[in-house]
């Protein structure tokens, strides 16, 4: 069966590298804290300002003071830090996260992401994806494979407004991970389990590269 958000998430938090900083975006996302794995050691960083992020609380524990981006109540861990949106975002456009997990509406086959806007839906800003999508040393998309409508949202090229060009490095959705290839293309790596690889060439609309036998993924 293909994966809910948690399984997204919790396949994700397997690419987190142990001693890192890293930004979870709005949505799917932000349920990577509540998977990583035991041993590894990283550093979440909200852009809201915080340093340190821990998961989400337990009903009836939650704090209204403790938000994420997405204005969600939040824990925070052990030496955890507060600060303003000027110096977190100085955190970001200085490179010193090295990981961020965002949301897409749709992502090209050669890396662009669009993420922030459907044209004619009100929407209150592009938050800080643009200012992510252009600092961070590593960006690992967390989506549907398909819209409500059935259609592919892995492109050859976006259709909406963008948010960043070439940035994606990796995609992992209710069906498959994939590699971004710095030529062009995605690289189809691991299935969900229980889907075939044909489902997954059915619903990708971009250029899709299968080698060898893809392996099911595990979660």
């Known amino acids: 069966m293909p994966l809910d958000k948690n399984g997204i998430a ?3 938090a397997k690419e987190v590298k142990d001693g890192s900083y890293v930004n979870l975006g709005i949505g799917i996302p932000t ?15 909200s852009e809201n300002g915080l340093l340190g992020m821990g998961p989400f609380p337990f009903e009836g524990e939650e704090d209204p003071d403790l938000i994420n981006a997405g204005k969600q109540t939040i824990t925070t861990v ?15 456009r200085a490179g010193k996260v090295d990981l961020t997990i965002l949301g897409a ?6 890396g662009d992401i669009a993420n922030w806007k459907i044209p004619g839906k009100m929407v209150k800003g ?11 040393k590593n960006i690992i998309v967390a989506m549907q494979h398909v819209n409500k409508a059935g ?7 976006c259709s909406l407004p963008l948010t960043g060009k070439n940035c994606v490095k990796k995609i992992v ?17 691991e299935r969900a389990p229980g889907v075939s690889v044909e ?14 036998d893809i392996p099911e993924m595990s979660i």
Do not use: C, H, W, Y
């Open 10 to 12: 919790k396949r994700i």
């Open 78 to 92: 052990p030496g955890s830090a507060f600060f303003d949106s000027a110096m977190s975002f100085g955190m970001i």
């Open 151 to 157: 259609e592919s949202k892995l492109l050859p090229t």
């Open 105 to 110: 509406m749709e992502v090209s086959e050669n």
């Open 126 to 136: 592009m938050g800080g994806a643009m200012d992510l999508v252009a600092s961070a």
């Open 173 to 189: 959705t209710e069906l498959a991970v994939l590699d971004v290839l710095p030529e062009g293309g995605f690289r189809l790596l």
């Open 199 to 212: 489902e997954i060439v059915k619903a990708t609309a971009g250029k899709l590269i299968v080698e060898g």
């Open 31 to 45: 349920l990577v804290a509540n998977f990583l794995p035991e041993g590894v050691n990283v550093v979440l960083q």
